[in-house]
């Protein structure tokens, strides 16, 4: 198993253990979430797994499991909705005329 680094800078010293928390939370789930977390190809998955677990500077979630489901759950709204075209083609090039 390959090791990688991950480098973090920290400015404010008071929630530490929270924020080292937090990072062990986010590795863990990119670890299950992608097959090669040495080198992230797909960084659009890695925000959707960060705004799952972080909003507006507030830690939402911290349960992997509840996690990794949401980041499933919204792979598989995107992947539907690339293969069906909500918008009719006649309706695409209106502004061409």
Request: charged share 20%.
């Amino acid at each position: 198993m390959p090791l990688s680094t991950l480098c973090l800078f920290l400015m404010d010293q008071r929630m530490s253990f929270a924020v080292l928390d937090l990072i062990h939370v986010l590795v863990e789930i990119l670890d299950k979430c992608l097959s090669n977390v040495c080198e992230l190809f797909n960084y659009s998955k890695m925000h959707t797994v960060l705004d799952e677990i972080v909003f507006g500077g507030q830690v939402l979630e911290t349960s992997s499991t509840e996690v990794i489901k949401a980041v499933e759950n919204i792979s598989k709204l995107e992947a539907a909705s690339n293969a069906i075209s909500l918008v009719p083609k006649s309706v695409s090039g209106w502004r061409g005329r």
